[in-house]
């Protein structure tokens, strides 16, 4: 098999789909190039957990001795990596444990559109063990590493996913988001993530965790390094098929149509850069304010928007999420090694909540944890009542945000992912409250997407003084020696309008292009010599 020019992997699916389909390069040319990069920076960056280059081979020579095979395929030979939850024929799942993987027969629906849509699949991608923090590491395959910094998270639990995109290993990527885990490694890899409108995609297909809880639930979406991209995925992955045998999405009154657009003048966007409960970094401030310009260039209006009661809505996802009291992550990871943070993590999951008060008062608030404290008290076991109540709680707080974006006629919201750039390794359950910005939208189970904006510049890094919470101190270490580091902004929009949200996250990543710190993958590090 012929090997080609580097420059193929820094193309993005959409650009790719359109040289293969104009016989320009050949499916195995593109195919050949993105496995030379796999082979380059995988050792580097440890985002692959499986790879199918034999199967991915002889694919796209197929592709390739019959070009009939491409008709109508919008995918047309586009190398696609795989979140390891997901059931790819032949691979299997370890959702990072070391108990007996779960081996996959067959493709569940999604892969099976991004296949019969042309797309070529070159492997898994790691995850965060059992997928519960914002870190991508586990006894299995270890430690995922930014491609930006070596010494820096990619976040998770998508992290393996949004790697590899930002490394030029793939064009396009499948990543699932519950609490930040497409817009959290997005954001600090510098790559693009959609997560949709709460059941606009089929949730079969992958290996669970939180079985069974169905107020917060995990959505699918597109990953990649441009929003045309997005875009792309979604006319193949939120097609209407009524000969689908899953049926766990509902049927949007709104289909995506990837052919229209929307004219940005005709929008409202409601920006706010604080949420009131963890203030960001300057980096992330700045690349809101640009958005901004950016928009109002267009023509968009701008609507300065008040701040949700985050700490409440915080408090109520955490509670809902934590309810079991870490019962289904007990079982599942029973036989397997543990990974520190993780196994942190379920013993506080387990503590009665009549003994959360004494221990946040003891533990937590002397040492400056405030923001832990507040959410430690509101998680833990409860019984079914409880949990109702809760519920019916966080169903009054969306109600409250939905009646504050119509009062101020918004039709999107532009507001920061997280409140830092990349974390440093091992602090992602004490960093778990600068994920606010993220974790709302889950809540509100809008559809939101985050977009890369800009690189962090020497002297903007921390401005963090004064009594700090203990979070806030630890944001301030983080911020410290992160100049050169993505960040990227979020996008959320109304239920079932992608379309809008898409739009708009194209219109930013336009604008945001035309600057020098813009993340592109022309400007990555070359890896191994970080």
């Not at 960001?280 to 300065?304: F, N, Q, S």
């Not at 902004?489 to 813009?518: I, K, T």
Request: contains cysteine; positive net charge; hydrophobic residues 40%.
């Amino acid at each position: 098999m012929q090997r080609t020019s580097p420059k193929l992997w820094q193309h993005g699916a959409a650009q790719l789909a359109h040289l293969i389909a104009s016989r320009e390069v050949s499916a195995s040319e593109v195919t050949a190039a993105h496995i030379d990069r796999v082979e380059q920076v995988n050792p580097h960056i440890h985002a692959m957990t499986e790879t199918f280059f034999d199967q991915a081979i002889a694919t796209a020579k197929q592709l390739d001795n019959d070009p009939s095979l491409l008709e109508g395929q919008p995918l047309r030979g586009v190398p696609i990596s795989i979140k390891e939850c997901f059931r790819v024929a032949g691979g299997k799942t370890t959702l990072g444990m070391t108990s007996p993987a779960v081996e996959h027969p067959t493709d569940g629906p999604h892969v099976a559109r991004l296949r019969q849509a042309g797309g070529i699949i070159l492997g898994m991608t790691n995850v965060p063990q059992l997928m519960i923090i914002h870190e991508t590491r586990n006894p299995v395959f270890g430690t995922t590493r930014n491609p930006w910094n070596l010494d820096r998270s990619v976040g998770g639990s998508s992290g393996g996913e949004a790697a590899i995109l930002a490394a030029g290993g793939t064009a396009l990527g499948l990543g699932s988001d519950l609490g930040g885990s497409i817009r959290l490694p997005s954001h600090f890899c510098g790559v693009a993530g959609l997560k949709t409108t709460s059941r606009r995609l089929l949730r079969s297909g992958a290996v669970a965790n939180l079985r069974g809880m169905s107020w917060l639930e995990y959505q699918p979406g597109p990953m990649a390094r441009h929003v045309a991209d997005l875009r792309l995925a979604m006319q193949v992955l939120a097609r209407p098929n009524r000969q689908d045998q899953w049926s766990d999405a509902e049927v949007s009154p709104l289909e995506f149509n990837s052919e229209t657009r929307i004219d940005i003048s005709s929008l409202r966007i409601g920006v706010y850069d604080d949420d009131g409960f963890f203030p960001v970094c300057p980096a992330v401030k700045r690349a809101i304010a640009e958005g901004i310009v950016g928009l109002e260039a267009r023509g968009a209006t701008i609507v300065k928007l008040e701040p949700p009661k985050t700490l409440e809505m915080l408090k109520s996802y955490f509670a809902i999420a934590s309810a079991d009291g870490g019962r289904d992550f007990r079982r599942l990871l029973k036989g397997s090694k543990l990974d520190p943070e993780v196994a942190r993590l379920v013993r506080l999951a387990a503590l009665p909540r009549w003994t959360r008060p004494l221990i946040a008062m003891l533990a937590l608030a002397p040492f400056g944890k405030r923001k832990m404290a507040s959410l430690f008290q509101a998680s833990g076991p409860r019984s079914a009542d409880s949990l109702w109540q809760v519920t019916w709680q966080a169903a009054q707080q969306v109600t409250q945000v939905f009646q504050a974006w119509d009062e101020a006629n918004v039709d999107v919201v532009l507001c920061p992912v997280h409140a830092t750039p990349a974390l440093k390794r091992n602090c992602a359950v004490d960093m778990m409250p600068a994920a606010s910005y993220s974790v709302l939208m889950n809540l509100l189970g809008v559809p939101c997407g985050a977009v890369p904006a800009t690189r962090v510049r020497r002297g903007e890094t921390s401005d963090r003084s004064g009594k700090l919470d203990a979070s806030e101190r630890l944001a301030a270490k983080i911020e410290a020696g992160s100049a050169g580091l993505p960040v990227g902004v979020q996008v959320a929009g109304r239920y079932w309008r992608e379309d809008q949200v898409l739009d708009v996250m194209e219109a930013l990543e336009s604008h945001y292009r035309m600057d020098r710190l813009y993340p592109d993958i022309t400007h990555l590090p070359k890896l191994g010599d970080q």
